[in-house]
């Protein structure tokens, strides 16, 4: 098989061919294999290759619904037994779990072969994929440009064609938001769908959930199909719809009434071509006999945003203990930014920790009295197309200055400085409108119905009720007939387009 065959078909697409005795899934591995090494050199998207495993499993006998496809693991919450995970980080070059996630046992049971582990910021902690530990991953639509994150390195190996899917998760847009810089279709389950164990119950607060990313919807409702519902080590079950999603995709949906907000209070000043873009989404609802009206954000999304933080902070300070082979954690085992951040987590009062989790039930009452007047609320996924390499790098003073504070053991005063508040935001500034779903445990997706003018990829971001996923699937097939973006991938990236 050539590889303008392979990136022909999506992963279900494959699937058949394998299964038809078209293809051998070592055929499949090859074409992977030797696209990764042509593009990684350029993208930075693999942190780990397992070739010779992979070439071993295709060889044998495989089963299950997507048997013989290629596939990669996200380098965070995706476990396989005896597998360095890194996380991103310098003090994982040696961990190795002990156990399979489930979901990852349950992609392995729907017969993919797995070929690696792709790249993540350390802990998952930013939404640009750059960690010191494995250098910036690039996106395929420009190398100069970041797919985003965490799940960068995911996004990147799907929009350059290496595999037609791979894992990811989302605890703040980390699905999504790969997936509006590199033109790919991503859903966040809501919360409990997706299982979390064995090694937890629910990942961040319940905010975090596992997922794949895209190129096709069907693709993502066959992927929730094999991983959906809850495992022994489940705290609780959410009820399964009656038809598998992929089946649902071959049903007419309803008409829906949709609430369409352009701005945040985050960024009162979204990119131009980005609100373009949810211009022309809102008139295709239209055109297909949906409902769509101007609203005001449900959410008070300046105290969302830092009800969001503070959990995360004390998160990433758990998780630098947790990795932290020494008493005091340095940046030759973490980063600076992972340490100035575990340090404001570590320096929270237990109160205001316990506060803003318990004002997360005030987003989702907020979120529930607009679905009782909307079925979905319609955003941008972010401010504007993928930013620059390195454009949230921390200036040098304010390095010299958080390594002065660590140094001290100055918590408290870190988490007042303007500096580190101002950074902070200003990260989230350019993606303010995902973590809503996040807090709220509702299922979202970003659907790529647009681009700039330049030619980069811009989403349209959909936010649904508990138990919407159906809904959500349902409406981006309708818009992936509408107008159709499987075809629509980057020119070829070779290594001396990046200076």
Same mark, same amino acid.
């Not at 055109?287 to 769509?292: M, N, P, R, S, Y």
């Not at 992936?480 to 070829?492: C, L, N, S």
């Given at each position: 098989?050539?590889?303008?065959?392979?990136?022909?078909?999506?992963?279900?697409?494959?699937?058949?061919?394998?299964?038809?005795g078209?293809?051998?899934?070592?055929?499949?591995?090859?074409?992977?294999?030797?696209?990764?090494?042509?593009?990684?050199?350029?993208?930075?998207?693999l942190?780990?290759?397992?070739?010779?495993?992979?070439?071993?499993?295709?060889a044998?006998?495989?089963?299950?619904?997507?048997?013989?496809?290629?596939?990669?693991?996200?380098?965070?919450?995706?476990?396989?037994?005896?597998?360095?995970?890194?996380?991103?980080?310098?003090?994982?070059?040696?961990?190795?779990?002990?156990?399979?996630?489930?979901?990852?046992?349950?992609?392995?049971?729907?017969?993919?072969?797995?070929?690696?582990?792709?790249?993540?910021?350390?802990?998952?902690a930013?939404?640009?994929?750059?960690?010191?530990?494995?250098?910036?991953?690039?996106?395929?639509?420009?190398?100069?440009?970041?797919?985003?994150?965490?799940?960068g390195?995911?996004?990147?190996?799907?929009?350059?064609?290496?595999?037609?899917?791979?894992?990811?998760?989302?605890?703040?847009?980390?699905?999504?938001i790969?997936?509006?810089?590199?033109?790919?279709?991503?859903?966040?389950p809501g919360?409990?769908?997706?299982?979390?164990?064995? +090694? &937890?119950?629910?990942?961040?607060?319940?905010? *975090?959930?596992?997922?794949?990313?895209?190129?096709? %919807? #069907?693709?993502? !409702? @066959?992927?929730?199909?094999?991983?959906?519902?809850?495992?022994?080590?489940?705290?609780?079950?959410?009820?399964?719809?009656?038809?598998?999603?992929?089946e649902?995709?071959?049903?007419?949906?309803?008409?829906?009434?949709?609430?369409?907000?352009?701005?945040?209070?985050?960024?009162?000043?979204?990119?131009?071509?980005?609100?373009?873009?949810?211009?022309?989404?809102?008139?295709?609802?239209v055109?297909?006999?949906?409902?769509?009206e101007?609203?005001?954000?449900?959410?008070?999304?300046?105290?969302?945003?830092?009800?969001?933080?503070?959990?995360?902070?004390?998160?990433?300070?758990?998780?630098?203990?947790?990795?932290?082979?020494?008493?005091?954690?340095?940046?030759?085992?973490?980063?600076?930014?992972?340490?100035?951040?575990?340090?404001?987590? +570590? &320096?929270?009062?237990?109160?205001?920790?316990? *506060?803003?989790?318990?004002?997360?039930?005030?987003? %989702? #009452?907020?979120? !529930? @009295?607009?679905?009782?007047?909307?079925?979905?609320l319609?955003?941008?996924?972010?401010a504007?197309?993928?930013?620059?390499?390195?454009?949230?790098?921390?200036?040098?003073?304010?390095?010299?200055?958080?390594?002065?504070?660590?140094?001290?053991?100055?918590?408290?005063?870190?988490?007042?400085?303007?500096?580190?508040?101002?950074?902070?935001?200003?990260?989230?500034?350019?993606?303010?409108?995902t973590?809503?779903?996040?807090?709220?445990?509702?299922?979202?997706?970003?659907?790529?119905?647009?681009?700039?003018?330049?030619?980069?990829?811009?989403?349209?971001h959909?936010?649904?009720?508990?138990?919407?996923?159906?809904?959500?699937?349902?409406?981006?097939?309708?818009l992936?007939?509408?107008?159709?973006?499987?075809?629509?991938?980057?020119?070829?990236v070779?290594?001396?387009?990046?200076?």
């Open positions: 098989m050539r590889f303008d065959e392979y990136r022909a078909h999506d992963a279900t697409g494959l699937a058949q061919l394998v299964a038809s078209d293809v051998t899934a070592a055929e499949l591995v090859e074409v992977a294999i030797a696209r990764a090494r042509e593009v990684d050199p350029t993208l930075n998207a942190v780990q290759w397992q070739e010779d495993a992979a070439r071993v499993r295709a044998g006998a495989l089963s299950g619904p997507m048997a013989g496809v290629p596939f990669l693991l996200k380098d965070l919450f995706q476990a396989q037994a005896g597998i360095v995970e890194t996380s991103g980080s310098r003090s994982g070059a040696s961990s190795r779990p002990r156990v399979t996630d489930t979901v990852v046992q349950r992609w392995l049971d729907a017969g993919v072969i797995v070929l690696g582990r792709t790249a993540v910021p350390e802990f998952g930013k939404g640009v994929t750059e960690p010191q530990a494995h250098g910036a991953t690039r996106n395929p639509w420009d190398p100069a440009r970041t797919p985003g994150g965490s799940s390195g995911s996004a990147a190996a799907v929009a350059s064609g290496i595999v037609p899917v791979a894992g990811a998760s989302d605890g703040g847009g980390s699905i999504r790969p997936a509006a810089y590199c033109g790919l279709f991503g859903l966040k919360r409990a769908v997706v299982p979390a164990g064995p +090694r &937890a119950g629910e990942m961040l607060f319940g905010s *975090a959930v596992t997922g794949v990313l895209t190129r096709s %919807v #069907r693709d993502s !409702a @066959a992927f929730l199909d094999i991983v959906r519902g809850a495992d022994d080590d489940a705290p609780f079950e959410f009820a399964a719809p009656s038809t598998p999603h992929v649902a995709l071959g049903r007419p949906g309803p008409r829906l009434r949709i609430g369409v907000a352009a701005r945040s209070a985050l960024n009162d000043a979204p990119h131009p071509d980005v609100l373009a873009a949810l211009d022309r989404a809102r008139d295709l609802l055109e297909l006999g949906h409902t769509v101007e609203v005001a954000s449900p959410f008070d999304e300046e105290q969302l945003a830092r009800d969001f933080l503070v959990p995360w902070f004390v998160h990433l300070a758990a998780e630098v203990s947790s990795a932290s082979a020494t008493a005091r954690p340095t940046t030759t085992e973490f980063e600076l930014d992972t340490l100035v951040l575990a340090e404001i987590g +570590r &320096a929270t009062r237990a109160v205001d920790h316990d *506060a803003a989790l318990a004002r997360w039930q005030d987003h %989702v #009452r907020a979120i !529930a @009295a607009f679905h009782r007047r909307f079925d979905l319609m955003t941008p996924t972010t504007g197309p993928a930013p620059l390499i390195g454009a949230f790098d921390t200036p040098f003073v304010e390095r010299v200055g958080a390594r002065l504070a660590l140094a001290l053991r100055l918590g408290p005063i870190l988490g007042r400085l303007g500096a580190v508040q101002d950074a902070v935001m200003r990260s989230l500034s350019a993606v303010p409108y973590q809503s779903a996040n807090l709220t445990g509702r299922p979202a997706m970003s659907v790529p119905l647009s681009a700039t003018v330049d030619g980069l990829p811009v989403g349209v959909f936010l649904a009720p508990p138990g919407g996923e159906t809904r959500l699937l349902v409406l981006a097939a309708e992936e007939v509408a107008r159709p973006w499987f075809d629509r991938i980057p020119a070829d070779v290594s001396e387009r990046v200076g």
